[in-house]
């Protein structure tokens, strides 16, 4: 069965080091996101590829954080430096959705559980 | 603005018994989107049930039902005969017309007890 692949599974890292996740989406999916999950709380969104256009990242923290879709596959997000407040589950997404108009269901990824100690 | 609530931050249900989570959403879209997720403690999404705005029909997926109410802005999920292995994290969320994001509830977390 086709799945949303990321890694690592796990991740710790010590404030103001450089940490990046990886995600590669199902195959034929257009449409990416990366959501960040705080302990008790619902997913929010980072940033949404569209192919390699990124179509939101209102979100993003910019100075630290960044993200990119290079060949419209898989997917790398990027943290530097890594602050305290980063600690949390960074999940990967992808719908298929060629035009990125259409309401489909969203697969995740089994995300990264990020500690920044 | 978009919104999703989910008012219950813990439930508990009797194995085999029914069980209702509730969620009520805002937008100002025409179009839009309706999902419910699992999340067990392992950590990934689990997609479950997917209703339409303009399906006059509510979803089912197997013992999963989606009690779509429009007027009152509520799609509330519906799990039937509870198994042990339900307990998790149930995440209501909604897509509207366009390059959107999804936008998730804050969740439920369902305990199911033997």
């Known amino acids: 069965e086709a799945e949303v692949a990321q890694s690592p599974r796990y991740k710790i890292t010590e404030k103001s080091q450089a940490v990046a996740f990886w995600c590669d989406p199902i195959?034929?999916?257009?449409?990416l996101y990366w959501y960040r999950q705080i302990l008790g709380q619902g997913p929010e969104l980072l940033v949404q590829?569209?192919?390699?256009?990124?179509?939101?990242d209102s979100q993003l923290p910019k100075d630290r954080f960044s993200a990119e879709r290079l060949k419209g596959v898989d997917s790398t997000l990027k943290i530097q430096p890594a602050e305290l407040g980063d600690s949390a589950m960074y999940l990967c997404?992808?719908?298929?959705?060629?035009?990125?108009?259409?309401?489909?269901?969203?697969?995740f990824g089994q995300g990264t559980r990020l500690t920044v100690v | 603005a978009q919104k999703i609530t989910q008012t219950q931050p813990g439930m508990f249900v009797q194995e085999k018994e029914a069980v209702t989570l509730d969620c009520t959403y805002d937008?100002?879209?025409?179009?839009?989107?309706l999902f419910w997720y699992k999340q067990p403690s392992s950590g990934e999404m689990i997609f479950l049930i997917y209703?339409?705005?303009?399906?006059?029909q509510n979803a089912t997926e197997g013992r999963y039902s989606l009690n779509f109410q429009k007027a009152r802005k509520s799609a509330n999920l519906v799990i039937s005969a509870s198994q042990l292995g339900d307990s998790a994290m149930y995440f209501c969320?909604?897509?509207?017309?366009?390059?959107?994001?999804?936008?998730f509830g804050t969740g439920t977390r369902l305990k199911v007890l033997a």
């Open positions: 997404a992808s719908s298929f959705s060629p035009s990125g108009l259409e309401n489909t269901e969203a697969f």
């Open positions: 195959s034929g999916h257009a449409t």
């Open positions: 590829f569209q192919d390699e256009s990124v179509v939101d």
């Open positions: 937008t100002s879209d025409q179009s839009y989107g």
């Open positions: 209703q339409g705005s303009y399906d006059e």
């Open positions: 969320a909604m897509r509207g017309h366009g390059y959107v994001k999804y936008i």
